[in-house]
């Protein structure tokens, strides 16, 4: 078993263990003195792991109830996030009761703003069960919904009592979630170098999972305990998210959000080496990770896409982007440009 400790105000920790969902009830009881939890969950994982949290929820005496939405991003919706609300309200929830996240980054992102807003704060536990989830979502307190202008446009930062991750869980993740997770793991592997980007170089196997799920969450649990709200250090971890994100809103959000931000990363390494910020041996080291994973960048950089950054630009209201700009592995750092710096920067071909 390994511990991160987020000290954020309130601090929480990040229990990660194999099999450890069996004693989901006694890690919630440690922190909440809830006598109602409702497990929000999506479709997929409710089949595979819903009644084992609601029996050790049980077995605790906890009085579990379960709301089950459709796998998927569309899920992440303000009209779920409202039936979430519904529900607590109809059975009784009150302010002292809390509410289980038991999922990716989709339940955890949607459960965790019904906690954050339901009475104005009831207790929240998340419990990730895909890699992605595990090292990046359920850390940190980000919650929220998409609008169909945008992603994330409705939201609050709101932190979890508790994070529980069972190793287990992920032996039965599809590939393309696996490769999804392993997405946000390069983001990882740039900027904070070490030990992850050995990892990914080596190989993500079982016997260094739980230590790369422990490493990617110190890192982030580091950065959040220093900027909880994202007024600067913390933008660090939006590296590849400016087109990342744009390439998401193109696909229709078909496309998964960490695979989207290997792209965007691999545009900013590749800017990087041509503007010679970025060396030749470490831009082919981020290249070698990201073709191991197949998660080289199939997408064009287009108008099209450049038009969904100011499209983001415009409705955050902003005269600059704040980039990540990798100078090597391990040593990222922001950078704030006007969109036509921008479009500058990340459509350059000079150099190479
Ligand atoms: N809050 C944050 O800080 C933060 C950070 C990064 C991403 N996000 C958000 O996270 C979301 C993406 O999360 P995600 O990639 O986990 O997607 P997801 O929640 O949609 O899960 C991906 C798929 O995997 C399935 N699944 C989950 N666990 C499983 C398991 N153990 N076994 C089998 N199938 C399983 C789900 O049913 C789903 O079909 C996006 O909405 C993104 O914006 C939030």
Known sequence: MSVVEVRTAPAYGVVIERGILVGLGERVRGVSSAAKTLVVTDSNVAELYLDTAVAALEAQGFEATSFVLEAGEKSKNPQTYLNIIDDL?????????AIVALGGGVVGDVAGFAAATYMRGVDLI????????????SIGGKTGVDLPLGKNLLGAFYQPKLVVADIEVLSSLPACEWKNGVGEGVKYACLAGGEIAEILKRGLNESNLERFVYLCASYKADIVARDEKESGLRMLLNLGHTLGHALEKQSGFTMPHGVAVACGIERMAFAARTRRQLSVEDHEAIRAMLVKYSLTCAADINDEILAYVAMDKKSQ??????????SGIGDCRINKMTYDEFEDYIMTKQGV
């Open 89 to 97: 309200a109809k059975n009784g929830f009150k302010r002292t009761d």
């Open 126 to 137: 998340q419990v990730p069960t895909t890699l992605l989830a595990m090292i990046d979502s």
């Open 317 to 326: 209201g902003k005269e600059h982007i704040s980039i990540v700009e990798i």
